[in-house]
């Protein structure tokens, strides 16, 4: 029995009516797409004395933190991305989750003054509560608890976030002290000039049904960065050239300084920590599975993802193992939508994403040859391409409209996919109750509801702060 074949067998291909080819390239696709994070998470989490909040390691430079961080982000990605598509079988990848990265450093340890040990604490503390939660069953019962149209309204909602995240990055959309966002100058700025040429390339090799389209555009936009670097076009420095890699392989002073950080933990503040983490992770993993699941077409008809416990489980290992090495909350990432237009419907996929992870540990890591603007190409393709997935809901019943729209409103607009499903979780017995339709909702729904205006009290109005 060939490798194809071995491989075929093991992850049940011809069940999902795909190919061992599909699934790699759809796994390569995935990759360049989360790539980015490599070199993002190292430096949101590394910190500066006297200048940025994170992890600073005395007798270390923030270079070489940030270089440790990268050797960990990749570890802790490619661990809980293989035990998603060898265990889960299926094809999410997973890494330190954006949001919860700026949470642990400029909240945590800047803001609240909690040792970065102590931070990764609560990190791995909520990754053994996810796993035990899991495995009674409790975090799949919540998310089956989950409101139909909010559940039908998440794939928009991370369509709409996707795209923002890639235009700011494309240097297409700015920020503005008047209007919050506006366009930014792409007719003289080379990073959006290179964007608009590499996103509708990109759109136009998609449309026309070309199998590896974002990654072919992602690598077109690439090579054509350099070129106009090299013939002079262009400033060396004007970033359209991704800089060179290094590696500080020696990860000891981060991996295990969770046990110094539990030697120091004050009960209540420390809980309240554990909390938020948990939260978010929460229901970011649940809402990213929620709306990749829905790209790939793995949803029930009541919207649920059958045997969502396993990839659940993953999660909850790349979190806790991602702690105890040194970074940050793992989460499945709403990139691998990305490989799943590319076909990728098995745990080849996510296989594939995990060994790449792993590949670049031993040469300079890839997401380092890929500017952060191509790599985001991918991104505002596939927010666009999710889009569609708007018609699922019923916009002529208004107990459906408001906590949809709301769900697809308030994820971009705040920066956070939790924060989309709280709304719209929220809002759901709300319109119910108005509108004398309360046969539709359970107990369930008034006990997630009430938990995220909780949740939402102690984000937000200082209680966190006032108790450290």
Do not use: C
């Amino acid at each position: 029995m060939g490798l194809e074949q071995t491989l075929a067998d093991y992850f049940d291909l011809d069940q999902y009516d795909t190919t061992v080819r599909t699934e790699v390239l759809a796994g390569l696709t995935t990759f360049l797409t989360m790539s980015y994070i490599v070199v993002v998470n190292p430096a949101i989490l590394a910190g500066i004395p006297d200048a940025k909040p994170g992890i600073i390691i005395q007798g270390f430079d923030p270079a070489t933190v940030r270089s440790m961080l990268a050797v960990v982000t990749i570890i802790a990605a490619a661990v809980a991305t293989l035990i998603m598509g060898l265990y889960a079988n299926r094809p999410f990848g997973q890494a330190p989750g954006l949001g919860l990265n700026a949470f642990f450093a400029f909240t945590v340890v800047g803001a609240l003054g909690i040792p970065w040990q102590t931070a990764l604490a609560a990190v791995v503390v909520e990754g053994l509560l996810f796993i035990v939660l899991t495995v009674v069953g409790a975090r799949e019962y919540v998310i089956k608890v989950f409101p139909e149209p909010v559940k039908f309204a998440v794939g928009t909602g991370i369509g709409l976030f996707l795209a923002l995240i890639g235009l700011e990055e494309m240097n297409i959309v700015v920020s503005d002290p008047a209007t919050y966002v506006t366009l930014g100058s792409v007719a003289a700025d080379p990073i959006a000039i290179l964007s608009v040429v590499g996103l509708f390339l990109t759109f136009a090799l998609y449309a026309r049904g070309l199998r590896g389209s974002i990654i072919i555009g992602i690598l077109l936009t690439t090579v054509l960065g350099w070129l106009v670097t090299q013939a002079g076009l262009v400033a060396p420095d004007a970033g359209l050239v991704a800089g060179p890699a290094s590696a500080q392989y020696d990860i000891t002073p981060l991996a295990g300084a969770f046990v110094t950080g539990l030697g120091n933990v004050e009960a209540f503040s420390f809980a309240l920590i554990v909390f938020t983490f948990f939260f978010v992770d929460f229901f970011d993993t649940a809402g990213t599975l929620t709306g990749v699941s829905q790209v790939a077409g793995f949803l029930d008809e009541d919207g649920n993802l059958p045997d969502i416990d396993k990839p659940l489980m993953a999660d909850a290992v790349g979190t806790t193992v991602g702690g105890m090495l040194g970074t940050s909350t793992v989460t499945t990432y709403i990139e691998s939508a990305s490989g799943v237009e590319e076909g990728g419907r098995t745990g080849l996929t996510a296989t594939t994403v995990g060994v790449l992870f792993l590949a670049s540990l031993a040469i300079v890591p890839l997401a380092a040859a890929i500017p952060l603007y191509a790599s985001h190409i991918a991104l505002v393709v596939i927010g666009v391409v999710m889009l569609r997935n708007v018609v699922d809901i019923a916009w002529d019943d208004i107990t459906y409209t408001v906590p949809a729209g709301m769900t697809i409103l308030v994820m971009p607009f705040t920066f956070s996919i939790a924060y989309g499903i709280a709304a719209g979780i929220i809002s759901y017995p709300i319109v119910k109750l108005a509108a004398g339709e309360l046969d539709d909702v359970r107990a369930g729904h008034w006990v997630l509801a009430l938990a995220f205006v909780v949740y939402f009290v102690v984000r937000t109005s200082g209680v966190l702060a006032a108790q450290v």
